[in-house]
């Protein structure tokens, strides 16, 4: 199955790299979501997205947007990949059941066992509004990101 655009979002509830809970559901009627799955922690794909996105995060972070970073990495690997990077947007984990999330979205890849790239934006009522998927070596561009925020 895959979230497709103008459908609501399917809730979910993950611990985050500090073992704090977040539920999607909490944002609702809050702040827009921009959600990034993303293959795995250490990488060199992965650790320059997450890092351009905490270069930028004044247009990802703040009090209309919320950013989450979703992979199957255990939550002892995001705490130290979020404090190397200095990460101070929560990447949450997708570990138990392995990658159910990530399969809920669509993104999931079974035969390698992790999500590959896929993002999407969330509006305040909790339905997707845009949408991108790309092969784990395929990076992101954050400019369609703001250009899909601008257009909420």
Not at 40 to 55: I, V
Not at 64 to 73: H, M, N, R, T
Not at 123 to 145: C, M
Request: aromatic fraction near 12%; proline fraction near 6%; include cysteine.
């Amino acid at each position: 199955m895959s979230v497709e655009v103008g459908q609501v979002a399917p809730d979910f509830e993950l611990p985050d790299n500090s073992r704090q809970s977040v539920k999607l559901s909490d944002f609702r009627g809050k702040k827009n979501v921009v959600l990034v799955f993303y293959p795995a922690a250490f990488t060199p794909t992965c650790t320059g997205e997450l890092c351009t996105l905490r270069d930028e995060r004044v247009d990802f972070v703040g009090e209309d947007v919320q950013l989450l970073g979703i992979s199957v990495d255990p939550v002892a690997s995001l705490a130290v990949f979020a404090e190397q990077n200095g990460f101070d947007y929560p990447l949450l984990s997708d570990f138990w059941p392995h990658g159910a999330v990530a399969q809920e979205y669509g993104v999931f890849s079974p035969e390698r066992g992790f999500a590959v790239r896929g993002t999407f934006i969330i509006d305040k009522e909790g339905v997707v509004r845009w949408r991108v998927i790309n092969t784990p070596g395929d990076a992101r561009s954050t400019d369609e990101y703001r250009a899909a925020l601008a257009a909420l």
